[in-house]
């Protein structure tokens, strides 16, 4: 699920921090945000946020001495966008997310929990070292196929979206550190890369809070299946070696 979000990111062409930041706007309507409590809550820096918060659209929000605060076209494009980049989720990923969290918060607004909850996994994975594009085509090789399987570039821009020239300069730098071997065109995850995966995981969850890491045990084992995706792409050990690539660590 982890390289179905990062791909949905590529699908949609959302604009990736300035997502982030409408969206914590949005969901803390009411309430101003000073530029540290933003910067506290995203993991970016304050100059970033000050950077990308010139570039929104004047009447997106008010600036006072107590903070900022989206206007109501403001909460209407971060709606836009936070549907722009749902629907760049594949159809069956979709079906399953919708069903996980419409199950978990039933009657508790499950939409607005679902950003909530990507947002905290954004600001979790936002500081783990190498690129998110290093991260989710190693993960994709550790979990998007059979245990073992070997990967050519074309099937890595399949599963993740990036480009050809991208997925092909990543996979030399996980090649030369290691994490994988080559054999003719094709790509196969070391046990080095394995580790690496499982680290990327454990380091996004020591920033976790308790909410999240709840919501986490749950997606780790699910009691909805999903579909179209067989069981032994499904099992808890997969998930953990997938769950630290989910969205943006750059601007």
């Not at 949905?8 to 009411?30: C, D, E, F, H, M």
């Not at 092909?168 to 290691?178: A, D, F, P, W």
Request: hydrophobic share 40%.
């Amino acid at each position: 699920m982890a390289v179905a979000v990062v791909r949905a990111v590529n699908v949609s062409k959302v604009p990736q921090t300035t997502t982030i930041i409408y969206t914590r706007l949005w969901l803390k309507a009411g309430a101003p945000w000073t530029i540290s409590a933003l910067s506290e809550a995203t993991s970016l820096d304050r100059a970033s946020i000050r950077d990308h918060l010139k570039k929104f659209a004047a009447s997106h929000f008010t600036w006072t001495d107590e903070g900022i605060e989206l206007t109501q076209e403001g909460r209407r494009r971060a709606y836009q966008l936070t549907e722009q980049f749902y629907r760049g989720i594949a159809p069956e990923d979709r079906y399953y997310i919708k069903r996980f969290f419409s199950t978990k918060y039933a009657g508790r607004h499950p939409y607005r929990k679902l950003s909530e909850f990507f947002m905290e996994l954004d600001r979790c994975t936002r500081r783990i070292p190498y690129s998110i594009a290093f991260r989710t085509v190693l993960t994709a090789m550790d979990v998007m196929g059979p245990k073992g399987a070997e990967w050519t570039i074309s099937q890595l821009v399949d599963e993740t979206a990036y480009s050809y020239q991208a997925v092909h300069k990543v996979l030399q730098m996980i090649v030369e550190e290691g994490f994988a071997t080559k054999s003719g065109r094709k790509f196969k995850i070391s046990t080095r890369g394995k580790l690496k995966c499982v680290s990327f995981f454990f380091a996004a969850l020591r920033r976790a809070d308790i909410r999240t890491l709840k919501v986490f045990l749950k997606w780790l084992f699910p009691t909805i299946p999903h579909p179209n995706r067989p069981k032994s792409l499904h099992s808890p050990m997969r998930a953990v070696a997938g769950g630290a690539c989910w969205l943006v660590d750059e601007a």
